[in-house]
């Protein structure tokens, strides 16, 4: 009895010291973009980045077609992002660009595949009302194999910064995930 007696305190005190082994790393001006994790440590373990009351992951280690970047920000507890307000624009062109980015393609989860024409975000349900479309876009330009452009990008195609452009949804590119507030 003794045994699992002892047996049962050490268990506790693993329990224990495993949660403070694992302290939260608040923002500091050394890492102004490092997040306080310490509500987040037992849902997300992956490195996200605080932008303004938002938080975000990058996906620039592979490029997948959105519904293969939606799939793995979903896996991971978090949508594809959307953006609700120039601020929210603003920071994440900043930071893709600041990141050496700039000219990159990254999927968010705007898209009209429900609607044509009718582009809401994925990663809430809501209609877009803030927009940053890039001039003549959406276009829903429409290829050879018959594909058409329902998916949302991020792409600087003519040097006026990270524009908002309709894309075929099949097109592997990098993405941004975002994390959904409590
Ligand atoms: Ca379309
Ligand atoms: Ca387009």
Redesign the pocket.
Known sequence: MQKYLLLSVILYLQIIGGHSANPAKPSTPDCPHCVDESQYTNKWTMPLLKLGEKRYYLGIFFKANWFKAAQYCRYHGMHLASIASQEENDRLEKHIRDFGLGHEHFWTSGT?LAD??NYFWMANGRPITFTNWNAGE?N?FRYENGE???CMELWNRDGKGLKWN?SPCSFETYFVCEVQPI
């Open positions: 009209d044509e024409g959406p829903n058409e452009e329902n309709d």
